[in-house]
């Protein structure tokens, strides 16, 4: 499949970018900073600001999906507007987990231990994720990683989950961004989920 991938070289998305060229799929790996995007067979990599939706929509042309990796800086209207111009119908987000529930069903950025200086960056995701839900036409899943996403192993064991933050037995909810590139990749193969949210954790 040849798919493009927003943020290649950052934490999340170099993984992403390194699982889906492992298992054979043609990569346009777009960062603004090109040079530190991933090396291996089957990667291109270009330079690219996703703020500029006419000329992320010609880097994205001919793709079968989009997987953005990005921070939250750049608003969904803008993404949508170049997959539509791209004629990219699918996009995959990595998204945050502060919209996730706790075991009360409160969110928890609402929660009294989320730390306030995490909420301006926590509730850009949530209200990019709110605004996905309005989408009708691209084809989106919001992925939402554990509480702590860590640089790690990639183990290949973890769970999935949908609303809820997935927490081990000793009560942490943590991933690596190793293990999440291959729940990504999964999910971009098998395509288990439409416009909606799904989860990850140990």
């Known amino acids: 499949m040849k798919v493009a991938v927003l943020g290649a ?13 492992a298992r054979g799929h043609e990569v346009i790996a777009i960062a603004r900073n090109a040079d530190a995007i991933p090396v291996a067979d089957g990667i291109t990599a270009r330079r690219g600001d996703a703020s500029d939706p006419a000329a992320l929509a010609g880097l994205l042309t001919g793709c079968e999906a989009v997987i953005s990796a990005l921070k939250f ?9 170049a997959l539509r111009q791209a004629g990219v119908g699918r996009l995959l987000v990595t ?16 929660t009294d231990a989320f730390p306030e200086a995490w909420k301006p960056v926590a509730q850009a995701g949530i209200d990019f994720y709110y605004a996905l839900r309005e989408e009708q036409d691209i084809d989106w899943v ?5 509480f702590n996403f860590v640089v790690g192993p990639r183990t290949g064991t973890f769970r999935l989950g949908g609303e809820h933050l997935i927490k081990d037995a000793a009560g942490e909810s943590r991933i690596s961004f190793a293990d999440y590139a291959i729940a990504m990749a999964d999910e971009l193969e098998t395509h288990a989920h439409s416009r909606e949210r799904f989860t ?3």
């Open 142 to 146: 919001f992925f939402s990683p554990a």
């Open 9 to 21: 070289s950052g934490r999340a998305g170099s993984e992403i970018v390194k699982e889906l060229a």
């Open 200 to 202: 990850i954790g140990y």
């Open 73 to 81: 800086d750049v608003p969904p209207a803008t993404l949508l507007f």
């Open 95 to 110: 998204g945050g987990a502060a919209s996730l529930k706790d075991e009360e069903g409160r969110r928890l950025i609402d």
